[in-house]
């Protein structure tokens, strides 16, 4: 079982069970590596903030033992992907042995990281604790004044939440339709993901391959993936209601069983989505490439 097959097992096993891993009550932020300070992105949110522990850190076994503590016997650890750039010669022989012009620039390798509630001895760092919620809805409001090139936004009485590519609006619902600030968001940050696509921005919607369905269906993941990105940042509740995740579970497990690397393809997107939203330059990483080996 390859890097993909794993990660997409695991993601089928909690959509069989009628949970979506990536709409979850964001308590935690982010999930962090605890030796390095950054946030995991991408692939890695997915994975790491769809379980159960309390933490945002992890650590992996060694980097536990380096900093004094050890992973309680008997823990389970939860796999996380990277990517090794390829060299110049490196691609040059994958072009040899592929017959592609284009091979992938990068090769995924995972590693197993454990929660700090998995730890013990070493001590949590002090902003390892519950967003403040009563600052939720203004780091969201931000994030919205900080986009560049924003499209129009439009509120009026409607059920239905759009992004108009011709027009280069969205359509929301009033604020006052919503059961939540937190629904309102999480809307918006959906709408907001599909906006990026547009000609002036990532050109998202020139670049996915497949047929109409295939390249709907690829779009929707990102949006998903995109807004759960910005509501974990943010702290925003991404919740659904029963019968859209009913609607909606038996369709993904069927696109994920199909192509076990439209994870990591939409899932990058999604994180080049989020970073734009966000007003930070969009480019790879270590941790999301969109191109998969």
């Known amino acids: 079982m390859n ?60 980097q536990a033992q380096h900093l004094g503590g050890h992973v309680r016997k008997g823990e389970h650890s939860t796999p996380v992907v990277y990517w090794k750039w390829r060299t110049a010669t490196e691609l040059e022989n994958r072009r040899k042995e592929t017959g592609k012009e284009n091979p ?16 013990e001895g070493i001590d949590r760092p002090k902003d390892d604790v519950l967003n403040p919620t009563n600052r939720r809805l203004e780091i969201a409001e931000q994030m919205l004044d900080v986009m560049p090139n924003k499209p129009l936004l439009v509120h009026t009485l409607t059920t239905q939440p759009a992004y108009s590519p011709s027009a280069d609006c969205i359509t929301l619902p009033h604020l006052s339709q919503f059961e939540s600030a937190d ?39 990102v949006a998903e993936f995109g807004a759960a990105f ?13 019968a859209l ?11 994920f069983s199909q192509d076990c690397r439209i994870l990591a393809r939409a899932a ?5 989505a989020a970073d734009y939203i966000r007003g930070k330059l969009p480019e790879a990483d ?5 191109a998969v080996a």
């Open 245 to 255: 995740q009913a609607s909606y579970i038996e369709g993904w497990a069927r696109i």
């Open 3 to 62: 890097i993909y097959e794993n990660v997409t097992k695991r993601i089928l096993n909690q959509l069989a069970a009628g949970q979506i891993p990536w709409r979850k009550t964001w308590q935690t932020g982010l999930p962090k590596s605890l030796t390095t300070g950054k946030d995991y992105r991408g692939l890695n949110i997915l994975v790491l903030a769809s379980t159960e522990y309390t933490s945002r850190y992890w650590v992996t076994y060694l």
């Open 230 to 242: 910005l509501c974990g940042f943010a702290g925003i509740q991404n919740v659904g209601t029963d």
């Open 183 to 221: 629904e309102y968001y999480s809307t918006l940050f959906h709408e907001l993901v599909h906006s990026t696509g547009a000609p002036k921005r990532l050109n998202r919607f020139g670049e996915t391959e497949g047929n109409r369905a295939e390249r709907y269906s690829f779009e929707e993941l």
């Open 268 to 272: 990058s997107a999604a994180q080049r």
């Open 286 to 290: 270590d941790q999301t490439i969109a």
């Open 104 to 119: 992938a620039p990068c090769i995924p390798f995972a590693s197993a990281v454990f929660n700090l509630d998995q730890v």
